[in-house]
């Protein structure tokens, strides 16, 4: 049987191919790699509505994907651990999210191949695709054309702490560019060297539903509530105050292109260091070779004795 996702993931091939390119041709003008369009097609990732707007564009479909993504049921069946699931539903209802971030990308904004990266560390295969899908299940609707307010602040250790690999973290990177355009979501950085900064005691979030609001934080394995009003008034303020103080939004994007484009170089530089540690390997074997050319001894000739004059 095929899933909502396969279907999309079939339409857009239909349309790529009637377009007569490759998956590596759409890839550059969206612009995104082209494992990832290889992944929508076999209706194993989840795009962005802003991946399907694109492809219509390029493709000239009319905006038929864009009208079936917002149709498809992306994650019909998520199960999120027990201590999570409330604050799942609440981002199901939420009005606004203000939140700060340290060490790793906030959930909401992580790519497939960074959440997969993160799980992958202390999770069993059979669980990561499960407990990914589960992460990913809560961003569509702040990804939406409508969604709701969503302003996040991220030290400077979540774009340096190394993911996965070079490669994850630059998409990871490209993906905080591409979704901080968006109308109703907003992304800082707080740099690390800049002194005199009131930083928020961990990673936290303020969460405004429609009749509450929600102090939310994180321990190694339960999430901790608090909708005392005075406490949220506190954190609210210790927050603005904050954020008015770090680079824009604008200026944080300069940065967030500057460490992608490290993650660039670090790709680039892998395979040349590979060739010259082929070549040292090489080096050492041919030192180590035995010598099979057979050793002549050459007699030296005794020097005549100089006469006395």
């Known amino acids: 049987m095929t899933t909502n996702a396969e279907f999309f993931g079939e339409l857009l091939r239909h ?4 377009a007569l390119l490759t998956q590596e041709a759409l890839a550059k003008q969206i612009p995104c790699d082209r ?35 917002g149709k498809v049921d992306w994650y019909p069946q998520v199960e ?17 999210l203000r939140a700060y971030q340290e060490r790793v990308m906030p959930g909401l904004l992580q790519t497939p191949g960074y959440a997969h990266a993160l799980f992958a560390r202390d999770t069993s295969s059979d669980e990561v695709e499960k407990r990914v899908r589960a992460r990913l299940s809560r961003q569509p609707r702040f990804l939406a054309d409508d969604g709701p307010l969503y302003v996040a602040v991220l030290d400077e250790s979540c774009l340096r702490n190394a993911v996965g690999s070079p490669e994850v973290m630059r998409e990871q990177c490209a993906h905080l560019l591409s979704v901080g355009r968006r109308p109703n979501i907003r992304i800082q950085v707080a740099p690390a060297g800049l002194f005199g900064l ?4 961990g990673s936290m979030s303020l969460i405004e539903l429609p009749d509450d609001r929600w102090v939310y934080s994180e321990s190694l394995d339960r999430g ?12 609210s303020r210790t927050y603005d105050v904050f954020r008015a103080d770090i680079p ?13 484009e490290g993650y660039e170089h670090h790709e680039q530089a892998r395979p040349q260091r590979g060739d010259l540690d082929q070549e040292q390997l090489q080096r050492q074997q041919r030192r180590r070779l035995p010598r099979n050319r057979p050793r002549v001894h050459v007699r030296r000739r005794p020097r005549p004795r100089q006469q006395e004059p």
């Not at 349309?15 to 009637?18: K, L, V």
């Not at 369009?37 to 209706?43: K, Q």
């Not at 989840?46 to 399907?52: G, L």
């Not at 000239?60 to 079936?68: I, N, S």
């Open 15 to 18: 349309f790529r191919e009637g």
């Open 35 to 69: 494992s990832f369009v290889a992944r929508v097609e076999a209706g194993t990732r989840v795009p962005q509505e802003s991946f399907a707007k694109r492809c219509d564009e390029i493709l000239g479909t009319g905006g038929a994907l864009a009208k079936l993504w």
């Open 80 to 96: 999120h651990p027990d201590w999570f699931q409330r604050r799942a539903d609440m981002d199901a209802k939420a009005v606004a």
């Open 198 to 201: 009131v930083r928020p005691w």
């Open 224 to 235: 901790h509530f608090n909708n005392d009003p005075a406490v949220y008034a506190r954190f």
């Open 248 to 260: 824009s939004a604008r200026e944080s994007a300069a940065l967030i292109s500057d460490v992608m």
